[in-house]
């Protein structure tokens, strides 16, 4: 007798256990679903002003040294990563709708280029463009802040319109897969502790 109680309560314990590991995936898989919503992406966005440079005739030794066109800030969400970044803008601004020729580098990376006698040279409406940075890339966004240069390579005047970067974050993997377990896990004891205080009071 006292056999079959012991085989009885190790089934017991077994049932047990599989039911609480069945309720934890069951609630895993729940709060994935729930969480989506809250692993959407993030859109971060700074911009900056028009910009226009000085005058170089065709005297002047060109290329040029490299001038400022301004520096994005911006801050990344504790726990989240960039997935996507895009730089866009325009040569030629409200002043004057062209520029001269030029070079547009973000932290030292060619996002852009106006080369002399192109649309963007003798244009009489601002050229956009658009440059999306490739995952390697993103390296140069994580620091919170991005420099962007202009070398000019022709006569005339640099002259950008305003300048957007857009940033796309989530959080990061390890990130979401710690706070899914931990919710899983937690409300299984829960369960337990329930079931538990059940078994006392029928007792």
């Known amino acids: ?111 852009a280029q106006c080369i002399r006698f192109a649309d963007c040279y003798y244009n009489q409406r601002p050229e956009q463009f658009n440059f999306t940075f490739s995952p390697v890339d993103l390296s140069f966004l994580k620091d919170g802040s991005a420099l962007v240069t202009a070398i000019q390579t022709s006569e005339s005047i640099i002259r950008l319109g305003s300048t957007t970067l857009i940033l796309e974050t989530v959080p990061e993997p390890l990130t979401i897969l710690g706070s899914l377990t931990a919710a899983g896990f937690g409300v299984a004891l829960r369960c337990k502790q329930k079931q538990q205080s059940k078994d006392i009071t029928k007792a």
């Open 1 to 111: 007798m006292h056999t079959k109680k012991m085989g009885f309560n190790f089934i017991s314990s077994v049932k047990e256990k599989l039911s609480m590991a069945t309720v934890a995936l069951v609630l895993l898989a729940f709060e994935a679903v729930l969480s989506s919503d809250r692993a959407q992406a993030a859109i971060i966005t700074s911009t900056l002003p028009e910009f226009s440079g000085e005058l170089f005739d065709e005297s002047a030794p060109f290329p040029l040294p490299a001038v400022t066109v301004g520096t994005f800030l911006y801050k990344i969400p504790s726990g989240e990563q960039i997935v996507s970044a895009t730089i866009s803008g325009t040569f030629g601004n409200s002043d004057v709708p062209n520029s001269s020729g030029l070079n547009l580098l973000l932290d030292g990376l060619q996002v």
